[in-house]
């Protein structure tokens, strides 16, 4: 598997006058239908409200900072920044596991 799109992603309402939600980047190499923009992604729902698709839509575009921020916490637990972590903490796990979720290694 290839690695995702990077980031910035945006969710907007697409442009169609449809209630769909979509999430684009204009990273290097966007180009798409609107203009320097590529779609990375449609929230089509229609058991859910049009709030709930916009909600879930920000919720993806987040998706690589968040990522981003979980490898910064998981090299600062590697390098030893967090001397006071128990073996019995689940928050290095969960850190691991969520960056898991979301990578290919």
Do not use: C
Not at 32 to 40: A, C, H, L, T
């Amino acid at each position: 598997m290839s690695k995702h799109t990077p980031g910035r992603w945006t969710a907007q309402h697409d442009l169609r006058g449809t209630t769909n939600v979509r999430i684009i980047t204009d990273g290097p190499f966007a180009w798409g239908v609107y203009g320097p923009k590529m779609r990375i992604a449609n929230v089509i729902d229609v058991f859910t409200s049009e709030d709930e698709q916009a909600a879930n839509a920000v919720l993806l575009a987040a998706a690589p900072v968040m990522l981003e921020a979980l490898l910064i916490v998981e090299d600062r637990i590697n390098r030893g920044w967090f001397p006071w972590i128990r073996p019995d903490d689940v928050w290095p796990n969960a850190v691991r596991s969520a960056i898991a979720a979301a990578l290919v290694r």
